[in-house]
Nanobody, 127 residues
Framework: QVQLVESGGGSVQAGGSLRLSCGAS????????MAWFRQAPGSEREGVAA???????GYVRSVKGRFTISQDNAKNTLYLQMNSLKPEDTAMYYC?????????????????????WGKGTLVTISS
């Protein structure tokens, strides 16, 4: 069982930056697929970024070039650096952990294969 706790959310103006963190209760180096998701009010949850055990990353098109996912295995922590934030980035952000096939198949984008979820941290971007 992996417990995940997100932090780092807040309110910033458009163009600003935030770094989200996700602390894991166990060593995450062996977790084959870690990812960030978000859900805006009235919208479906969407995959934002994922990282596999080899450090390979994937991003949804809307955040490419602005967001960077990374992990520190020594600290059991997953990060999401978010730059050039836009009002449409406003959402609850969740981290999740899953098996390798979630990253290799791309199923993580829809949450497929992601077995463990945090409770989320709120990001609000004002124009």
């Amino acid at each position: 069982q992996v417990q995940l706790v997100e932090s780092g959310g807040g309110s910033v103006q458009a163009g600003g930056s935030l770094r989200l963190s996700c602390g894991a209760s166990t060593y995450i180096g062996n977790t084959s697929c870690m990812a960030w998701f978000r859900q805006a009010p009235g919208s479906e949850r969407e995959g934002v970024a994922a990282i596999d055990s080899d450090g390979g990353t994937g991003y949804v098109r809307s955040v490419k070039g602005r967001f960077t996912i990374s992990q520190d295995n020594a600290k059991n922590t997953l990060y999401l650096q978010m730059n050039s934030l836009k009002p449409e980035d406003t959402a609850m952000y969740y981290c999740a952990a899953g098996g390798s096939y979630a990253c290799t198949t791309g199923s993580w984008l829809m949450g497929g294969g992601m077995n463990y979820w945090g409770k989320g941290t709120l990001v609000t971007i004002s124009s």
